[in-house]
């Protein structure tokens, strides 16, 4: 896993006085704490850096079997779902449930600090995989606000964090092998 976080995002934190706080983990004690937290999950190795733009983090686990990936992914449970085994399944990831359209101010200032990042998911199958992506009715879209790539047992995809954030109908992501 690996992600950028903009230093103008994570010093907000400092400026309201909540820099111990920090929503998504960016240091190797945040992995560790969580990885203890979740049966089947392990910290293989960890590295971060700065650059003048962004906070980068890399993080390589391991996980016994899809559930205790879905947990890490998903503690809530209402982001995610899986169902088969190594032979043949499916994950189901919403990445969003679609924009709030009574605060679109805000929208579009997080759609416009977004602009230079973007959202990547990479997965090896067993066997041949897909991937279809879908707005939060289930309705594969029509056009999608990225690229997806399917070659074999490999599946990957890259969308626009922007599009991710500005979506007003949702975006959600099934893969199956």
Known sequence: MEYHISRLIESLGKLDGNERWNTIPVGRADFERSMDRLPGMKLLSFSSKENEKDLVTNAKMEFENLQALKTF???????????????????????????????????????????????????????????????NQGIPLPEIPGNV????????????????????????????W
Request: charged letters at 20%.
């Open 73 to 135: 992914l998903d503690a809530g449970g209402r982001r995610s779902s899986f169902s088969g085994d190594a032979a043949s399944g499916r994950i189901f990831l919403t990445l969003t449930d679609g924009n709030d359209k009574e605060n679109t101010s805000l929208t579009k200032l997080l759609a416009e600090i977004s602009k230079p990042y973007s959202v990547n998911i990479h997965m090896s199958f067993p066997n041949e995989g897909s991937l279809m992506v879908t707005n």
């Open 149 to 176: 790539v399917s070659s074999g047992k490999k599946v990957s995809c890259s969308f626009p964090l922007n599009a991710v954030l500005s979506s007003g109908d949702g975006i959600n992501l099934e893969f199956r």
